[in-house]
């Protein structure tokens, strides 16, 4: 159990009447705790949000050390504040950690400080239909030295940021551009985590898809470039011929917990789920023959988002005529009535912050 000091400001924020643009205001309070070498993570706190301040030589200006998450808390019909699979953030962190040579976080003093920061800034949690807090959980290595070695101090932060609904206007199709030249990572690489450097190498990529119309990236894998990975920061699913099919986790894509959500609903519904690979040459294929049903991305800040066309080199699919399909509307009926509270959650994966 973490001993958790806790600061409230005197001075609290105006809270936004409608959230206009993601992550740009932050609630009042944030926790933070060290972590020096030979004592371990300290000092664990919450203080009124502040900026901090690190000397040049931080290591993490240099060489990158970072760990980030990313979760919400959700406001119920019953005024409730509920989280989601909260325990397997803490896991996937440790996952970062370990792969980045950070110290691990325990998990349990993982959970305790988001949910105690949540708890502390609980009404910053919106009221309106589909919006929710964004919580991001982070580490940054801090050890001031050039030489480069795995860091002997760092930072965990946890700050928060009120989120509206992802889809103002319903579930709108999002058009995704296949990326042929630029790769986003390897096997042996960091793809399998949650890492700045991985977001760094995205967006030469984003910045092409957009200039061409589409909104999002599609990578394929980093050495034959013939097998899909997934979307910017979303696993992605197909529904072809009836079955579900998402890449199988290789080393070099996300473990998302929408993913796994997604894969252990459909199966308790009694679907087909395949965890392959799956090639552009085949996803093709299924677009000409009629066979690729529904096409959608999983991710904590959209749940699900429908694609309506994917496009690779001279090859433009388009699925769904521009509607969501029926397995993405059920999926994202469910996970949201249960993440707000509005269903009945056999799976399990709910908790109340109180
Ligand atoms: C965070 C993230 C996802 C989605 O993971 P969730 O746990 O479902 O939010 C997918 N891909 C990448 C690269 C990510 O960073």
Same mark, same amino acid.
């Given at each position: 159990m973490l001993d958790i000091k806790i600061t409230k400001t005197d001075d609290p924020g105006i809270k936004p009447? !409608?959230?206009? /643009?993601?992550?740009r205001i932050f609630t009042d309070h944030m926790f933070i705790m060290e972590y020096d070498e030979g004592i371990?993570?300290?000092?664990p706190r919450i203080e009124p949000y502040h900026p901090i301040s690190l000397d040049p030589s931080a290591m993490i200006f240099h060489y990158g050390q970072s760990m980030f998450e990313g979760c919400k808390a959700y406001r119920g019909e019953d005024d409730k504040i509920y989280m989601f699979r909260l325990e397997r953030n803490a896991e996937r962190a440790n996952i970062t950690n370990d792969r980045l040579c950070i110290p691990r976080i325990p998990e349990e003093d993982f959970i305790q400080a988001v949910e105690a920061v949540v708890n502390v800034d %609980?009404?910053?949690?919106?009221? =309106? =239909?589909g919006t929710s807090l964004y919580v991001r959980p982070f580490v940054i290595a801090t050890e001031e030295?050039?030489?480069?070695?795995? /860091?002997a101090r760092y930072l965990f932060m946890v700050i928060m940021s009120p989120s509206g609904a992802y889809y103002a206007s319903g579930l709108k199709p999002v058009d995704i551009w296949i990326e042929d030249?630029?790769? %986003?990572a390897v096997r042996?690489?960091?793809?399998f985590t949650k890492t700045g450097g991985n977001y760094a190498a995205s967006l030469a990529a984003q910045e092409k898809a957009y200039k061409a119309g589409y909104s999002q990236v599609l990578w394929l894998d980093g050495?034959? %470039? !013939?097998y899909i990975e997934e979307v910017g920061a979303m696993n992605i699913f197909f529904k072809i011929d009836g079955k579900i099919v998402t890449p199988m986790?290789?080393?070099?894509?996300l473990s998302g917990i929408t993913r796994n959500s997604t894969i252990e609903l459909c199966k308790s519904w009694g679907m087909d789920v395949e965890e392959r690979k799956i090639s552009v040459e085949e996803l093709i294929e299924a677009a000409k023959s009629g066979k690729l049903e529904e096409c959608f991305g999983t991710g904590t800040a959209a749940v699900i988002s429908p694609v309506g066309k994917l496009r690779f080199e001279d090859d433009v699919m388009e699925i769904g005529g521009g509607e969501i399909g029926p397995v993405s509307q059920k999926l994202y009926d469910t996970i949201t009535g249960i993440q707000y509270g509005r269903l009945p959650d056999p799976m399990g994966w709910r908790i109340e912050i109180k």
């Open positions: 009447e !409608k959230i206009e /643009s993601f992550g371990g993570w300290h000092d %609980r009404d910053w949690v919106p009221k =309106e =239909e030295a050039l030489g480069v070695h795995a /860091s030249d630029y790769v %986003r042996g690489g960091m793809g050495v034959e %470039r !013939k986790l290789n080393g070099s894509i």
